[in-house]
């Protein structure tokens, strides 16, 4: 289980007992928290590892899956921090994985409480790497997935904040990988996003015409 982090001290705790409570192995990134983050999953026996600053959630990752490759593992599953994410869909997702390579969350049957900012961005992003892929794509953004080692291995990642799940995406279908969609619930609970939606939707744009060329 990877868990990229940043000033998660309020919620990492739960995710992490939650996962230990399945006996599964938790790799923590924290991406220059100022708070506990990481001295409370350190002592709930999570590995950690930590970025001296904060690189964006998608330099986490790719920090996490370097991790995740050296250690030998077969494939990880990702989770955000924030508590949004029920670890009971684990089992969904390790029985989708028998079919497919990437392996991603779909809240789109059962999106109650997602602010509609979420919803509008995630339908734009979902309708374009649809395009670019051509292959259907139901939820582009959720950061509950799972992802096979050889995706690891074959997609070279190059974006460090939020494009970077649109990249894996994009480059694992370009190359051949079977995408497997999981329904998943999602608990919001008034939390603000950390997504900008001018800054982050010109990084998308930015990533969906290099794609282009890929």
């Known amino acids: 289980m990877l868990i990229p982090a940043c000033n998660a001290q309020a919620t990492i705790g739960s995710l992490i007992s939650q996962l230990?409570?399945?006996n599964l192995d938790v790799v923590v990134v924290d991406d220059g928290s100022q708070d506990d983050t990481a001295e409370i999953a350190r002592s709930l026996g999570a590995k950690i590892v930590q970025h001296s600053r904060n690189w964006g959630?998608?330099?986490?990752?790719r920090t996490g899956f370097k991790y995740i490759l050296r250690s030998g593992y077969d494939g990880v599953i990702t989770l955000d921090a924030d508590g949004q994410h029920n670890p009971s869909f684990i089992p969904l997702f390790l029985e989708e994985a028998r079919g497919a390579d990437l392996i991603i969350g779909s809240r789109m049957?059962?999106?109650r409480g997602m602010p509609w900012p979420r919803v509008l961005s995630n339908r734009f992003t979902s309708v374009v790497i649809s395009a670019l892929t051509h292959t259907r794509v139901e939820d582009s953004q959720c950061?509950?997935?799972l992802v096979k080692r050889e995706v690891?291995?074959?997609v070279k990642l190059r974006t460090s904040r939020f494009q970077t799940e649109s990249e894996l995406l994009i480059k694992?279908?370009?190359a051949g990988f079977r995408i497997g969609w999981v329904p998943i619930s999602t608990l919001y609970q008034g939390e603000g996003s950390l997504i900008s939606p001018i800054l982050d939707t010109f990084r998308f744009m930015a990533l969906a015409?290099?794609?282009?060329?890929?």
């Not at 959630?57 to 990752?61: D, E, N, Q, R, V």
């Not at 015409?209 to 890929?214: Q, V, Y």
């Open 209 to 214: 015409l290099r794609a282009l060329f890929w």
């Open 109 to 111: 049957k059962a999106r």
């Open 172 to 174: 694992g279908a370009k």
């Open 143 to 145: 950061g509950y997935r």
């Open 57 to 61: 959630k998608g330099k986490a990752l």
């Open 152 to 154: 690891l291995e074959r």
């Open 20 to 22: 230990k409570e399945k």
